[in-house]
T-cell receptor, first 115, second 121 residues
C-alpha cells in the first residue's frame, strides 16, 4: 500500500522568509504532483514531476523530485501573503497491466503567511 | 471553455436517504475519479473509471455507488449505507493511460471540479 507523508502539516511563516515542505512516499514511483487548495475551493495543479532529479519553478515556488530517496520538496522563496493555502503532494501508481492510474494524496500542509 | 462541472455546490442528506452528486466534463477525458476530503485530511479515492461502462473501487468505496454510461458523466450516489457522509467531494478527470502510454509527452495531470459539500441533516 502506498503511503504519502507530508511535513509539516501546519506552517506559519512571515512574509519574506524561505521554507520547504517535504513529501515522502513509500513505493517506487516516477510521477509526483503538487496541488494548491484555497479554503472551500477545488485543487489547482501546480507542478507535475516526471523523473528523478526533475525541478520545476513557478514564481516563488520550486518543486523537486528525488525518486531514489522517494522524496519531493516544495520550496517557498520570500513568501507573500497570497501564498497562504493548503498544499498537497500526490504520488501516482500506474498499473500497466490493467492500464489503471491512481493518485495517493498526502494530508496536506496548511501554510499561513503572516504580513 | 473546457472543464469539469460538479453540482450541486451544497447538498444536504436526511437519514436513510440516497443522494446523487453530479460530475460532467467536456475535456474529452476517458478517465474520471471521485475523491472524498475530510477536514484536515488529504483526498481519498472512492471510485474511478478508465472507460465508459467500466469502473473500479478505490480505497473507501463502501456506501457509495457510481455509473459511467457516458464518457462525459460520472455521477456518484451516496447511499444510506454510508453512515458518515459529511465531507467535501471532488470529481476529477484525466487522459487515460490506455490512450496515451507516453504520459510525459502530455504532461498529464488530474483536472478537478469545484467540489460538492455534503452535510447530514
Amino acid at each position: 500500500e502506498l503511503k504519502v507523508e507530508q511535513n509539516p502539516l501546519f506552517l506559519s511563516m512571515q512574509e519574506g522568509k524561505n521554507y520547504t515542505i517535504y513529501c515522502n512516499y513509500s513505493t517506487t514511483s516516477d510521477r509526483l504532483y503538487w496541488y494548491r487548495q484555497d479554503p472551500g475551493k477545488s485543487l489547482e495543479s501546480l507542478f507535475v514531476l516526471l523523473s528523478n532529479g526533475a525541478v520545476k519553478q513557478e514564481g516563488r515556488l520550486m518543486a523537486s523530485l528525488d525518486t531514489k530517496a522517494r522524496l519531493s520538496t516544495l520550496h517557498i522563496t520570500a513568501a507573500v501573503h497570497d501564498l497562504s493555502a493548503t498544499y498537497f503532494c500526490a504520488v501516482a501508481l500506474v498499473d500497466s497491466g490493467a492500464g489503471s492510474y491512481q493518485l495517493t494524496f498526502g494530508k496536506g500542509t496548511k501554510l499561513s503567511v503572516i504580513p | 471553455d473546457g472543464g469539469i462541472t460538479q453540482s450541486p455546490k451544497y447538498l444536504f442528506r436526511k437519514e436513510g436517504q440516497n443522494v446523487t452528486l453530479s460530475c460532467e466534463q467536456n475535456l474529452n477525458h476517458d478517465a474520471m475519479y471521485w475523491y472524498r476530503q475530510d477536514p484536515g485530511q488529504g483526498l481519498r479515492l472512492i471510485y474511478y473509471s478508465q472507460i465508459v461502462n467500466d469502473f473500479q473501487k478505490g480505497d473507501i468505496a463502501e456506501g457509495y455507488s457510481v455509473s459511467r454510461e457516458k464518457k462525459e458523466s460520472f455521477p456518484l450516489t451516496v447511499t444510506s449505507a454510508q453512515k458518515n457522509p459529511t465531507a467535501f467531494y471532488l470529481c476529477a478527470s484525466s487522459i487515460s493511460w490506455f490512450r496515451d502510454r507516453d504520459l510525459s509527452a502530455t504532461n498529464e495531470k488530474l483536472f478537478f471540479g469545484s467540489g460538492t459539500q455534503l452535510s447530514v441533516l
